[in-house]
């Protein structure tokens, strides 16, 4: 008998102004690649795999009011995060193409460095090294 308890992390879902470029730029800057697309209440929903987790983009829904970019931290969802072997290299690998940072790399212990850039949409995106 299976364990219906027992819960297993599925995806995590982004709503953004243009899911087509929102998914093409976490292609291009980090190596997601695309799994799926559904169409789900008829809206088109883009599923990348980013580092082994599923990553949804939609658009709004039809009548659904969505909040513009967040002006500061806020409850809920904070950031998704990709861990890298050279962190330096590859924030030099990044800034070559154009990606804003909005925290250059920082060692904040003695095992762990991080930065942040932001992605379409104000979607904050942490590149992290354990050291």
Known sequence: MADTHTYTYDHTHYKCSD?????????DHFGAREVGRRTVRN?????L?????????SP???NEDVEGKPAKSRYGVYHICFAVKDLN?????LKTQGIK???EPTKVTDDLAISFVEGPDGISVEVLEHL
Not at 19 to 27: D, H, I, N
Not at 43 to 47: A, D, G, Q, R, T
Request: charged share 15%.
């Open 49 to 57: 795999n980013a580092g082994g987790t599923i990553v949804n983009f």
């Open 60 to 62: 709004r829904f039809p």
């Open 101 to 103: 940072f909005t925290l």
């Open 19 to 27: 899911p087509e470029k929102t998914a093409q730029w976490f292609t």
């Open 89 to 93: 290299t590859r924030v030099a690998e």
């Open 43 to 47: 809206v088109l929903i883009i599923s």
